[in-house]
Every structure is written in structure tokens, then in C-alpha cells.
């Protein structure tokens, strides 16, 4: 198995932070949203600085793999662009679709492995293959409607129709298992038996983030700390994921001061070291 980096998600009120850091050790890999490289300016010059420091690995959230309508090249290319220019590691986005007939959703709509949807993954993914040089992964997203959750053995089902999405896709795996816990608490399936029926193999990086219990609705609102039961499911992960590179810590709203990313990093680390990891 690989030793596996740990890091953070870059958020602009720590950008000054990370540059004037001086144990650059406390950090191992940082993951930077490709969608403010696009849109914003200057932001290309402030990650590639942080890319002096450490390895960067690419998120985005606009690609919709699974739109029926095909990707939007021109966000490809731009993708492409960027990613190139960084040279981040890899590049993730979410197993959602985004879009139907023209009309924007405004969230991830989740997908499964039908044949339908599979015939869709497989031509959308030759897009990014043709276009995108930097390996391609896709995260489980939430999914607060609980679609698919209805039938025995949900985990199980779930997991090896997301292992089937991304294979379509022709991508590595991004596992979030702050979204999957969340999920299997909202809708009674077992968290484990997710990870269990995936092909781990193909995980490449792992998420965490923490959020909250809102009128009974577990949502990942990325606004808390991660907590203790997404470090347990981490630590089932671990053991099962040869390829696994990478761990994330993701946090966007009522950000903490830097010193308490820090400490989470810490944390995660000390998981991983436990878990022979590092």
C-alpha cells in the first residue's frame, strides 16, 4: 500500500497563512477549487505559489459527468487549461448530473449505473479522457432525497453502483466519507458496506468534512470539525484502499482560524499513523 499524504482544501482567508508557514511539514498536499481558477482573477498566481510549497490535487464542482446532454466543452477545455498549468496531481469532481434539457438544477443530482445513465458516463468520460491530460476522479456526492435506498442490502447496492458509475467513467474514485455517512444515517443503510462493495482499487483520495443534524436531515454543511464516526469510517477505509494517495479535510462555511486546520490535519495524520498509512 501507498503512504498517504494529508491536507486541506484551500479557502482564501488561509492562503496568507500557508504562504508565511514555516513547517511546511504540518501540511502534506493541498486541494484547490479549479472553478476559482477559472473565474477568478489572479487566483492561478496565488495556487501556483502555494504549488511552490506543496503538491496541488484539482476540485471542481461544474462538470456534471452525467448530464444527458453531454458536457459543456468549453468548461472542459478551460479545466484542461488549468489543471495543466498547476500541475496538480489529479483532478476530481462529483458523480452527479447538473443540468436537464438546458435547465440548470443548482445541485448535484445524483446518478445510477443503469444502462442509460452507464452509456452516458462512458461518452461524457471520453470527453475528459480527450481533453483533460491529468488523471480523472469522481466523488460520491450527498444525497439528501435517499434515491436507491429502498431495496435490501442498500450499501451494498450503493457502493457497487457507484463502482460501476466511475468505471463507466473510465475514472479513479474520490470517497467522501463524510457524504456517505451522512447518507447511511439519513437513510438507515450500512455505511461500511458501501465502502466494502466498491472497487477499492480505484480509490484515489478520501474526503472528510463535518456538518449537521438540521429538523432530523444530516447535511454536510463543511462547518464543523470532523467527527469521531467519519475518522472510524476513514479507519475501515484504510485498510481496503491500496491506492489510496490522498485525505482532504474540507471546510467552507464559519471558517476556523488556520491554527484549527492545523490541528485537524494533526488528527487525521495521527489516524493514518495508527492505521500504518504514513
Do not use: K
Not at 475528459?128 to 442490502?153: K, S, W
Not at 486546520?261 to 488528527?267: E, F, K, N, S
Amino acid at each position: 500500500m501507498f503512504p498517504v499524504a494529508v491536507g486541506l482544501s484551500v479557502r482564501d482567508p488561509w492562503i496568507a497563512d500557508l504562504v508565511e508557514l514555516r513547517d511546511r511539514s504540518a501540511i502534506d498536499v493541498l486541494e484547490v477549487m479549479i472553478d476559482d481558477v477559472i473565474c477568478g482573477a489572479g487566483v492561478m498566481e496565488r495556487y501556483r505559489q502555494l504549488g511552490a510549497r506543496w503538491p496541488l490535487i484539482a476540485h471542481g464542482v461544474d462538470l456534471g459527468i452525467g448530464n444527458a446532454d453531454g458536457l459543456d466543452r468549453r468548461y472542459v477545455d478551460a479545466v484542461a487549461e488549468a489543471t495543466s498549468r498547476l500541475r496538480v496531481r489529479w483532478y476530481g469532481d462529483h458523480l452527479c448530473f447538473l443540468a436537464a434539457n438546458g435547465i440548470s438544477l443548482g445541485h448535484f443530482a445524483p446518478v445510477a449505473a443503469d444502462p442509460e445513465t452507464v452509456e452516458r458516463l462512458t461518452a461524457n468520460g471520453a470527453v475528459v479522457a480527450e481533453r483533460i491530460t491529468t488523471p480523472f476522479i469522481l466523488e460520491n456526492p450527498a444525497d439528501v432525497l435517499g434515491l436507491g435506498t429502498d431495496c435490501p442490502d442498500a450499501g451494498v447496492a450503493l457502493g457497487r453502483s457507484f463502482g460501476s458509475a466511475v468505471t463507466a467513467a473510465g475514472a479513479g474514485a474520490l470517497l467522501d466519507v463524510t457524504n456517505l455517512l451522512y447518507n447511511a444515517r439519513n437513510d438507515g443503510f450500512d455505511a461500511a458496506a458501501f465502502i466494502d462493495a466498491l472497487p477499492l482499487e480505484r480509490v484515489v483520495q478520501i474526503h472528510l468534512a463535518g456538518g449537521r443534524n438540521i429538523g432530523g436531515l444530516w447535511i454536510d454543511s463543511h462547518d464543523r470539525p470532523v467527527e469521531a464516526e467519519s475518522l472510524a469510517l476513514l479507519r475501515h477505509a484504510l485498510a481496503r484502499t491500496p491506492n489510496l494517495r490522498a485525505v482532504t479535510i474540507e471546510w467552507d462555511e464559519n471558517l476556523p482560524a488556520f491554527e484549527v486546520m492545523l490541528q485537524q490535519v494533526a488528527r487525521v495524520r495521527a489516524v493514518l499513523e495508527q492505521q500504518g498509512r504514513r
